[in-house]
């Protein structure tokens, strides 16, 4: 099984960036698609973005379409998440997922995915 650890939160000033990692052991990564999603506090977990373990296509939630972007790197086990132009509005625990598409679910509800990783904090101030 297939175990997700996130790193590379932290707090930044608004306008500035950060690198989220998701790093995958225990099972085939590219055979998952992946995906990230935020929770801020007392709100609802939303959809960030999400990549296809088939050709690594992407979708991006409206709120980081321009300023995310997500990738990964089969050969490392390893998602990623460059954000750049950060916002205070962006301060949430940011968890990655793992999932496989069935035709059920989209990609950015989280249905989709059965394995979570612990998260990690993104803080950005003003």
């Known amino acids: 099984q297939v175990q997700l650890v996130e790193s590379g939160g932290g707090l930044v000033q608004a306008g500035g960036s950060l690198r989220l990692a998701c790093a995958a052991s225990?099972?085939?990564?590219?055979?998952?698609?992946m995906g990230w999603f935020r929770q801020a506090p007392g709100k609802a977990r939303e959809f960030v973005a999400a990549?296809?373990?088939?050709?690594?296509?992407?979708y991006y939630a409206d709120s980081a379409k321009g300023r995310f972007t997500i990738s990964r790197d089969n050969a490392k086990n390893t998602m990623y998440l460059q954000m750049n132009s950060l916002k205070p509005e962006d301060t949430a625990v940011y968890s990655c997922a793992a999932g496989v598409y069935r035709g059920s679910y989209a990609y950015s509800n989280g249905r989709m995915y059965t394995l979570w990783g612990q998260g990690t904090q993104v803080t950005v101030s003003s």
């Open positions: 990549i296809r373990r088939s050709d690594g296509g992407t």
């Open positions: 225990g099972g085939t990564f590219s055979s998952y698609d």
